[in-house]
């Protein structure tokens, strides 16, 4: 799986966005983009995946650039709840088990 | 409906004593994963289930680690003679598909402390 570059840390004020950077410029056209977090003392849960095209769900919004090379997680009103490691993961969409393969992260700080 | 469960929460053993964890996927789930987390590593993946086919054991870091999946619903991962480097989270997660868009969703994981 190709390889992802991620802040290793951000803050943020309550109630505003925040947008979260990841740099994947060895993606390969069947990897799908996947970003999960990990609130503190729990296993990570799903957040958001694209292709793509520009993609929104009730928790976040992921703009993908146009070469694929980079993308953005964005929250639109961060919340205490928010604060989290965020990982941006690719997943090869032929051939692989499926399994998530997690870089460092990006820990987010909310503050109020 | 009720997510993926693990037990025990927490798991303190001794050096060289086994240990055996829980992961009740989360029901009509065919694949189930395995993954660790420690200070030094990260999250990473250990073993992968799908349905009746050969397990994925690429990720077990020696032949002390070994999981089984009965009736392709509950899991037993078994650490053989711990050592305190076998101390991390273990966390297993359920999907309804391998795929690319197979959503993974996680328990909250098994605190394993080797003394």
């Known amino acids: 799986d190709a390889k992802t570059t991620q802040p290793n840390s951000m803050e943020s004020n309550e109630e505003e966005p925040v947008h979260l950077p990841c740099n994947h410029s060895t993606i390969s056209g069947t990897d799908y983009i996947h970003w999960y977090r990990q609130l503190p003392s729990q296993g990570p849960e799903y957040v958001i995946h694209?292709?793509?095209s520009n993609v929104n769900n009730r928790m976040a919004s992921l703009a993908i650039a146009e070469d694929r090379k980079s993308s953005t997680l964005i929250l639109h009103r961060a919340t205490l709840r928010d604060a989290a490691v965020y990982y941006c993961?690719?997943?090869?969409?032929?051939?692989?088990?499926?399994?998530?393969?997690f870089g460092q992260g990006t820990t987010l700080q909310v503050k109020p | 409906g009720a997510g993926v469960s693990q037990s025990p929460s927490n798991k303190v053993t001794e050096k060289g004593k086994d240990v055996e964890l829980r992961c009740d996927p989360i029901?009509?789930?065919?694949?189930l994963y395995w993954y660790r987390q420690s200070l030094g590593q990260g999250l990473e993946f250990l073993i992968y289930f799908q349905g009746n086919s050969a397990p994925d054991k690429s990720g077990l870091p020696s032949d002390r680690f070994s999981a089984e999946r009965t009736g392709g619903s509950v899991s037993t991962l078994t650490i053989q003679r711990t050592q305190q480097e076998d101390s991390a989270v273990y966390l297993c997660a359920s999907s309804l598909s391998r795929g690319e868009v197979g959503i993974q969703y996680f328990g909250a994981g098994t605190r394993l402390s080797v003394l």
């Open positions: 993961i690719l997943r090869d969409v032929e051939g692989n088990t499926g399994k998530l393969i």
């Open positions: 029901s009509g789930h065919t694949a």
């Open positions: 694209g292709l793509t």
